[in-house]
């Protein structure tokens, strides 16, 4: 079981608006850990997509954005593209652990 | 282009041991802290451990601490990490990657290695 809590799966049409949720702890995003998030596509390693809660990486488009507030942050997905289907991550740091804790990841599939 | 090469992977027998290595260009290793992260199909993503540019700090996710060790050679622009006492539960894809900073974010990552541990 994964210290950040994301839903299994998220869904959306071309076109459609998804977000998905990351949910941590006093530990971790609760105790203001910056929260990053990486995009997985099938076969391939994971590639930062959003850093520092709400930072884009260069080459990475405005549908993509990320929030964070309390112990939760959230990855929306504007205009969705059939090339966005993949796995999403989220990670943190805690101080319990003394370390980088991911998410257990969130599947989104374009219908 | 900052490139990640890892190798070493295979197959291991529980109670083995393995070393993984990464292979850096494109950016000051020596001036980077560098992390692995495993994968595994059930348990998701995994930090494992990670080292200063410096190679003066080192760090380690509970699971892997006193089993693994985590090196460098700045020389060779060169990532290691050394994984004894294998168990199955440490079957997984291993990836090197780049910290942004201490425990900070990972950009970029290696294609990874798949590390087997059975029987």
């Known amino acids: 079981q994964s210290v950040l809590t994301q839903p299994l799966s998220v869904s959306g049409a071309p076109g459609q608006r998804v977000t998905m949720s990351c949910t941590g702890s006093?530990?971790?995003?609760?105790?203001?850990?910056?929260v990053h998030w990486y995009q997985q596509l099938p076969g391939t390693a994971p590639k930062l997509l959003i850093y520092?809660?709400?930072n884009r990486p260069s080459g990475v488009p405005d549908r993509f954005s990320g929030s964070k507030s309390g112990t939760s942050a959230s990855l929306a997905i504007t205009g969705l593209q059939a090339e966005d289907e993949a796995d999403y991550y989220c990670?943190?740091?805690?101080?319990?652990?003394?370390?980088?804790?991911f998410g257990g990841g969130t599947k989104l599939t374009v219908l | 282009e900052v490139q990640l090469l890892e190798s070493g992977g295979g197959l291991v027998q529980p109670g083995g041991s393995l070393r993984l290595s990464c292979a850096a260009s494109?950016?000051?290793?020596?001036?980077?802290?560098m992390s692995w992260v495993r994968q595994t199909p059930g348990k998701g993503l995994e930090w494992v451990s990670a080292?200063?540019?410096?190679?003066?700090?080192?760090y380690y996710a509970d699971s892997v601490k006193g089993r693994f060790t985590i090196s460098r050679d700045n020389s060779k622009n060169t990532l290691y990490l050394q994984m004894n006492s294998l168990r199955a539960e440490d079957t997984a894809v291993y990836y090197c990657?780049?910290?942004?900073?201490?425990?900070?974010?990972?950009?970029?990552w290696g294609q990874g290695t798949l590390v087997t541990v059975s029987s």
């Open positions: 990670q943190s740091y805690d101080s319990s652990l003394s370390g980088v804790v």
């Open positions: 990657a780049k910290d942004k900073g201490y425990f900070d974010r990972f950009d970029p």
């Open positions: 494109g950016f000051t290793f020596s001036s980077s802290a």
């Open positions: 006093s530990s971790n995003i609760g105790a203001g850990y910056d």
């Open positions: 520092s809660n709400s």
């Open positions: 080292i200063s540019g410096s190679a003066g700090s080192t």
